[in-house]
Structures are given as structure tokens and as C-alpha cells.
């Protein structure tokens, strides 16, 4: 019994120390951005009030969302308004969390990149009853109101990627798919608009389709097993850039990087380099600084009375060893 | 004793090793590909980071204790390494920078437990959120690349067929198991986690063992650090992630424990074998993805449930 309770009082210490770092993390993301932003935008401030918007970006250790706040972070100095970020480590409960810390700042508006469609509703839902307007950005919420939503279209984005594949295997080979986390609508999206267009070719077979979370040391691991049990691979379709650089990391180090045709997602500049050496052959450019200065920038152009779109898809174009060299990811 | 008792006791000992080679004999069957011995290499290799995590973590189990954050020491190690590595182009330096990190990891790390006396749990726990978070600060969120091709070696290199990390993970075992087993410095490590008032009271100094054993563990998770970020060619924030999780099932698979004092070094490396060859197989089958977790969950509940029955059948065989 003594023991047990040892047990209860340890677990719930435990709670509260990993809650209270949390917090920080939060805290000091949150009072960086700020004072970044205060910095620059100084001059600009001279005549009315200085905007505040609030950013929940669902997750800072991935390349792609740091990017989105980076774009956010130029769009907030270039119009001087003042930028706050939280970030809630890909979970959603830390995320509703985040947009009520937000609301109680009262900022003019909250840009959302939401976590998880479904749990951001109702944090949406309570910055409407605060009347603070919100604009989510790539993944869109289920519900609640928002004044924009702002993302690119994965289906297309797989279906382009899908359609490069047939092409250059001229509709026949043995194709493998790396799935991303396939409890996010981006993951599921993009493997239905890759599926969508192999399903139309009879002589494309799918050998393997496993699931490596975005994750690049994972999608080694997995590929490297895939390579082992198939003998004869002509494509690999990884959902993002992180997957397809650890599918090359494996594929390298078979020496079959010249029979299997590789693509990924996203156009992280180690992307673009190995297009350029030829080791992968196309990505998909949707890039996230101009996602993240763009919905900057709707929120300042509604905040001053201007009408935006309900819905604004940003353009997602296949980059190959030809145009590799005119793709612009950032200012 | 008799032939049966005997026989038990072969079994008690080598009961990890029995449920890997039953797992193996059922994937030969399920598929072809899996007895090449370029899978049997890329298997091995790819367990290596969890094994030598698992090598450290069996030293701080059998003290009876718990190491949440070698995770988070595999990232820093991997990341601050990586960092020196883009800034100065120098490999040992570079190396020995991941290495230092994993050392004054370890120094806090045993500090706080073996001279403050915090469990285990708590302080490794918020260690691991701390570093985590150092990450974060240090690489912003964005990974670091490694050009150079000798640092890569050390993950992707391999001297006469065998991976480096191979190499390695042997040397790393065969030195756990002669200071384990051969030292004076192993018998202590078995007495603080059998009793750890008696092992005071019988001279031994608890503080300084249990102290080295965190350092033990923390210098391995760096190397494990190096390792995976050679193999990958970057360092990413979340490198690391979860391995605890891996390193602690790969010990108790292994038959150390949790309770401390009871346990051994080479069976914590056939543990991580089973689970790495369990991911193998079922990626090899291309199983669904999203029922390859209820497979592993399963197998690794059968494969402690069989555990539990070796030690029950021989503890009554032997009495």
C-alpha cells in the first residue's frame, strides 16, 4: 500500500514537472517572437495602434512549420504588426491550450495551424465567442468560424507526384509508397491523390506501402527493409522531403540509387541539391515561408476592412532537374 | 542434480535467446527474403543504437533505477556534434564534442540521483524535457546536414562486410559484459540494486557507483547519437524521440529485472533483436501499416508471457 502510494505521488510529480516545462517552452517561444517583432516594427509604428496577431503553430521541430513561422515572422516586421507564437509540440490538447492563452492576451486576430481538424474546433469556437477572428492555415478546421483558410491542395499534390511517376516509368514498373502520419488529413490526401492516378495504369503493381510518420530516420529504417524483401524496384513515392531524404539514405547505400526513381514533397533545399545531382528526381514546391507571410498578411488586410477569400489555395508545382533552378522557397 | 534440472536451467538462461530463434524460424517461413545475410547485417545494424542505448540502460536497471532521458541525450549529442562538425570540419573534434555531451549529461544526471537522491524517474524524466527543449534552442528547429564523408563512415561504413555500427555495438557489449561480470566495480552494481542499505553497510560507496552507472549509460547514448546522425547525414530536433521506450523494452525483454540486482548484459541485446526483427518482418510482408503495431504489441506481450513461464517452470523444478 505505502509503495503504491510512493508510486501515485511519483507519477503526479512527474505530471507536474513535464506540465511546468511545457510551459516554458511555450513561454520562451512565445517572448522571443514577440520581442523580434517589437524590435523591427518600431519605426513603422507611428501613426495608428499596433496590431497584435496571435500564431498557434501545431509544431516547431519540423522543418516545414518552421519555415511557416519564418514567413509569418517577415510578413508581422514588414507591416510592423506584432506577432505572438505558441507552439504546441504536435498535440492537440496543448494546442487548445495555446489559443486560450492567446485569447486571454486579447490579440486582433489568431492565425491557426491547426494540429489535429476535428480537437482545434473548439478552441476555434471559443475565439468566436471572444469575438476574435481566426484564419486557419494548411491543415483546415472542421468547424467553428474562421474569415479565411488558407493551404495547398494534397490530393493534387500526390496526384502530381503520382503522374511524374507514370510518365517516366512509361506506365509499367514496380512502385513503393511511404506514407506520412496517416492520422492527419495531409498524409491521407496526398496517398489518395498518388493512388488515385497508379490505380488508371494496369501495369503499375504497388509492391509496398508502409507508413514512416514524416520522419526521416524512420523512413530509412523502412526502406531499407522494403529494398531487402524487393528485388525490383522502378519508383519510390515518399508523402514528404524528410521521408524521401532517408528512403535515399537506404536506396545510397544499396548502390541502386540509378535503377529506382525517387520523389518526395515539400522542396527542402537538401531536396533540391540531390535533384541537382540527380539522385532524386522531382518534389513538389508548396512552400510554407509564403504560407506563413501570406496568412500574415490576409489577417492585416481584414483587420484593416478589406474583403478576403473565404478560401485561398496556394499554388503546389512539380519541380524536376528542369526547373530546379528558378524554384524560389523563400524571400 | 538431475538431467531435468539440468535441462531447466539451460533454459533459464537462455530463454531470450529461445523466443528470438523460435520469432526467426516463423519470419524464414513467412518470407524469403528475410535469411539473406544482407538482411541478417541490415537487422543488426539497424538494432545497434537501441542495443548500445539498452547496454547502458541494463547497468542503470540493475542498480534498481531508471533512465528516461537518453533519448533526448542521443539528439543533443547528435546535434552539438553535427554543429561543431559544419563549423570546424573536424571529425574528432566533432566526435569528442558528442562524446563530452553525453559525459556532462551523465555527471548531472547522477547528480541529482545518486548525491541528491531524486528518483530516478523524476529527475531523468525532467532531464529529458530540459535537453529536448536544448535541442530545440540549438538547431532552432531546423536539422543540421553532415557533408563529411569519414564522420558518415561511422554509420554507413563497414570494415571487412561488417557496418560500423556492427563493430561497435560488439565492442560496446564485450566491455559491458567484462565490466559486469568481471570487476568488482559489476558485483556493486548488482549489490545496490539487490539491497542497497546492505551494499552501504558492507562498505560499498553507493553515491560514487550509482554515479558512474548514469555516466555509463548517458556516454553510451552519445554514441549512439554519433551513430545516428552519421547514418542519416543530419541531425534532426526530434532525433531520439521514444528510443527510451525501446532501450528499457529491449532490458526487460532480455529478462534483467525491473526491480534491480537480477539480470544480465548479453540477453538485453537479443531483446533488442527481437524487436527489431519483429519491424523487419512485418515491413518485409508489407503488412498494413496501421496493424503493424498491434502485431508488435502482441508479440512482445507473448514473448514476456513466455518469459514469466521459463522462470516460474524452473523456479519449481529447482526447489
Not at chain 1, 468566436?128 to 486557419?136: E, L, Q, S
Request: glycine content about 8%.
Amino acid at each position: 500500500m505505502k509503495r503504491s502510494k510512493k508510486l501515485l505521488a511519483l507519477v503526479l510529480s512527474a505530471a507536474m514537472i513535464a506540465a511546468t516545462a511545457a510551459g516554458c517552452s511555450t513561454g520562451a517561444a512565445t517572448s522571443t517572437a514577440e520581442s523580434k517583432a517589437a524590435e523591427s516594427a518600431a519605426p513603422a509604428q507611428s501613426s495608428n495602434k499596433q496590431l497584435v496577431i496571435g500564431l498557434s503553430m501545431n509544431t516547431q521541430t519540423n522543418p516545414f512549420f518552421v519555415s511557416v513561422k519564418e514567413g509569418a515572422q517577415k510578413g508581422a516586421e514588414e507591416l510592423g504588426a506584432k506577432l505572438v507564437v505558441t507552439d504546441a509540440q504536435n498535440d492537440a490538447s496543448t494546442q487548445m491550450k495555446d489559443v486560450e492563452n492567446l485569447i486571454t492576451q486579447k490579440p486582433d486576430l489568431i492565425i491557426i495551424d491547426p494540429a489535429d481538424s476535428d480537437a482545434i474546433v473548439s478552441a476555434i469556437q471559443e475565439a468566436n465567442d471572444a469575438k476574435i477572428p481566426v484564419i486557419t492555415i494548411d491543415r483546415a478546421a472542421k468547424g467553428g468560424e474562421v474569415v479565411s483558410h488558407m493551404g495547398f491542395n494534397a490530393i493534387k499534390a500526390g496526384g502530381l507526384e503520382g503522374q511524374f511517376i507514370a510518365d517516366t516509368l512509361k506506365g509499367k514498373g514496380n512502385v513503393v509508397e511511404i506514407q506520412g502520419i496517416m492520422g492527419t488529413n495531409v498524409a491521407q490526401d496526398r496517398s489518395k491523390g498518388f493512388n488515385d492516378v497508379i490505380a488508371k495504369y494496369p501495369d503499375i503493381k504497388k509492391v509496398a506501402t508502409q507508413s514512416a510518420d514524416f520522419d526521416r530516420a524512420k523512413a530509412m529504417k523502412v526502406m531499407e527493409n522494403i529494398l531487402q524483401a524487393n528485388k525490383d524496384i522502378q519508383a519510390v513515392y515518399a508523402a514528404n522531403d524528410e521521408m524521401a531524404l532517408g528512403c535515399l539514405e537506404a536506396i545510397e547505400a544499396a548502390g541502386r540509387t540509378k535503377d529506382i526513381v525517387l520523389v518526395g514533397n515539400d522542396c527542402l533545399d537538401d531536396t533540391m541539391k540531390a535533384i541537382k545531382e540527380d539522385k532524386m528526381k522531382a518534389t513538389i514546391n508548396e512552400p510554407p515561408y509564403f504560407l506563413g507571410k501570406n496568412a500574415v498578411q490576409t489577417a492585416v488586410k481584414y483587420l484593416k476592412g478589406e474583403k478576403v477569400e473565404k478560401s485561398v489555395i496556394l499554388e503546389s508545382t512539380l519541380v524536376t532537374k528542369e526547373n530546379v533552378d528558378s524554384v524560389k522557397t523563400r524571400d | 542434480m538431475n538431467a531435468k534440472e539440468k535441462a531447466f536451467r539451460v533454459l533459464t538462461v537462455h530463454r531470450t535467446s529461445i523466443i528470438l530463434a523460435l520469432i526467426l524460424i516463423v519470419a524464414a517461413f513467412l518470407s524469403p527474403a528475410f535469411l539473406s545475410a544482407s538482411n541478417m547485417l541490415n537487422v543488426i545494424r539497424q538494432v545497434s543504437i537501441t542495443a548500445i542505448i539498452g547496454a547502458g540502460m541494463t547497468f542503470v536497471i540493475l542498480t534498481g533505477g531508471i533512465d528516461l532521458s537518453v533519448g533526448s541525450v542521443v539528439g543533443l549529442a547528435g546535434a552539438f556534434s553535427a554543429g561543431v562538425l559544419q563549423t570546424t570540419d573536424s571529425v574528432p573534434l566533432a566526435v569528442g564534442i558528442g562524446l563530452l555531451t553525453g559525459l556532462i549529461c551523465g555527471f548531472i544526471n547522477g547528480f541529482f540521483i545518486a548525491k541528491c537522491g531524486i528518483p530516478a524517474f523524476i529527475a531523468t524524466l525532467a532531464m529529458m524535457t530540459l535537453l529536448r527543449g536544448c535541442i530545440l534552442v540549438y538547431t532552432n528547429g531546423t536539422p543540421i546536414s553532415v557533408q563529411s564523408d569519414i564522420y558518415k563512415a561511422v554509420g554507413k561504413g563497414s570494415l571487412a562486410g561488417i557496418p560500423v555500427p556492427i563493430i561497435i555495438l560488439l565492442f560496446v557489449y564485450l566491455a559491458a559484459y567484462i565490466l559486469l561480470t568481471h570487476t568488482a566495480y559489476g558485483r556493486t552494481v548488482y549489490a545496490i540494486g539487490g539491497n542497497r542499505e546492505a551494499a552501504r553497510l558492507s562498505g560499498i560507496s553507493v553515491v560514487k557507483n550509482e554515479w558512474i552507472v548514469y555516466i555509463i549509460i548517458a556516454l553510451l547514448s552519445s554514441l549512439a547519437g554519433i551513430i545516428l546522425t552519421a547514418r542519416l547525414g543530419t541531425a534532426a530536433a526530434t532525433a531520439g524521440e521514444g528510443y527510451e521506450m525501446d532501450a528499457i523494452a529491449s532490458v526487460i525483454i532480455g529478462g534483467t529485472s525491473l526491480a534491480g540486482g537480477q539480470g544480465f548484459i548479453l540477453p538485453t541485446v537479443i531483446g533488442a533483436l527481437i524487436l527489431g526483427v519483429l519491424d523487419n518482418i512485418l515491413t518485409l510482408m508489407n503488412v498494413n501499416p496501421f496493424a503493424t503495431n498491434i502485431v508488435k504489441g502482441v508479440v512482445i506481450l507473448i514473448a514476456v508471457l513466455a518469459d514469466k513461464k521459463f522462470k516460474d517452470l524452473s523456479a519449481k523444478v529447482n526447489q
